[in-house]
């Protein structure tokens, strides 16, 4: 399994945090499952765990599939021809115990730059040894991915951010002290 650095801007992290993004779409993507240590961009500037991800879903090949589901096909539409093809589906996601912001990779490691899209972490042999270091919780959440995900597939934050779930979820999250350390 691939091990990367994956950059994730923090506006997009709620979704994936309570579980209801199941599928993050890139242009380019490793074709292989991945476990990712996701750094959070922006304000935020901290690795808060990993992430495993399955293999990538070619939309563009597999838009046939969906004709059944006229809602999934729409959007599936709309991400190939904003020229987003890959639905990498999202398999679980466990939290460090204690973050790592990042300035403290910069002690170690003075020249490192997050990147925009992800890292292979072999190329980065201190980097890795860092990563792997820090102690996860427990994953709070597994997908199993067995079967496409129709009522998800190609849903946009914003589509997501509207839904039932995510405003229960939402309320409960905000709530709960468990997650404070985590600034997104």
Known sequence: MK????SFRPE???PLLYGIKKYEYRKRFCDEETKAYLYLSGNSRQVIGVIELGRPIRLDLTRENYAKYPETLKR???YISNRVINAVP???????DNPIRLDEIRKEIPD???????????????LKALLEMQSLKEKLFVHKHDEIYY???AMSVSELEK??????????HESNKDFDYIKY
Do not use: C, G, R
Request: cysteine-free; aromatic content about 18%.
């Open 3 to 6: 091990e990367i650095f994956l």
């Open 12 to 14: 997009y992290f709620k």
């Open 76 to 78: 599936v539409d709309e």
């Open 90 to 96: 999202i398999k679980s996601l466990a939290l460090f």
């Open 112 to 126: 490192f730059m997050p990147p925009q899209m992800y890292l292979v972490l072999d190329n980065y042999p201190k």
């Open 151 to 153: 009522e998800n597939l």
């Open 163 to 172: 839904t039932d779930e995510f405003k229960k979820l939402h309320v409960l």
